[in-house]
């Protein structure tokens, strides 16, 4: 799920040149995914590898940074004199890259749609990250995005209203817990028809060809 937000992200990014910096990554991945993630660059620095390593974002070099020096003072000493200017020298020598900006790749935007239309059934936190990136898919490929997880909430909502077995005794706190779950569970199966409805109706009023 790390790598799907990391390149929904930088295909979101309206930089002219479609960067970010690892900073603002850690920062706008935070934002997105919620702080009990706890996003921190241990894990976003591997996950930008690996998606470096499989051409689906690649790194800009923004330059070598250069430290600026004062002019030489005295120090009346010899020895004072040829450290000042030993410190100098390094000084002087290019800095090391301070900051590293990443962008997505046309493979990362491929390879981006790929991970938007699995079709393995998603978690909560899974489903609302690739929600939030769905304009991203085709129209055919978003419906059936929504029809998927509307799938996915009637067997869940069939399960919850599940008599218990015979010879089981539930609780009133237990049967509170499972009420509320079927509750929630018929909530979100409503919105998401709602959700369906209205892209149907979109897309019969989409001009032919068009894609969003």
Known sequence: MLELAILGLLADQPRPDGSLHGYELKKRLSETLGPLWGISFGSLYPALRRLERDG????????????????????????????????RLRAARPGRRTRKAYRITE???????????????????????????CRYL????????????????????????????AGR??????????????????????????????ERAEQLDRPEGATA
């Open 107 to 133: 493979p990362g935007r491929r390879h981006f749609a790929e991970l938007l239309t699995e079709s393995a059934a998603d978690d909560e936190r899974t489903f609302a990250l690739k929600l939030s990136f």
């Open 56 to 87: 689906s974002i690649e790194e800009i070099d923004e330059g070598q940074g250069t430290a600026m020096t004062a002019p030489p003072v005295p120090t009346g000493s010899v020895k004072g004199d040829l450290a000042a200017a030993r410190l």
């Open 138 to 165: 085709e129209p055919a490929d978003r419906l059936a995005f929504l029809e998927r997880r509307r799938a996915q909430l009637h067997d869940r909502l069939a399960t919850s209203r599940k008599k218990p077995s």
């Open 169 to 198: 005794t539930i609780d009133r706190y237990t049967r509170s817990l499972l009420e509320h779950r079927a509750s929630s569970t018929q909530h979100d199966l409503e919105w998401i028809d709602e959700l369906i409805a209205q």
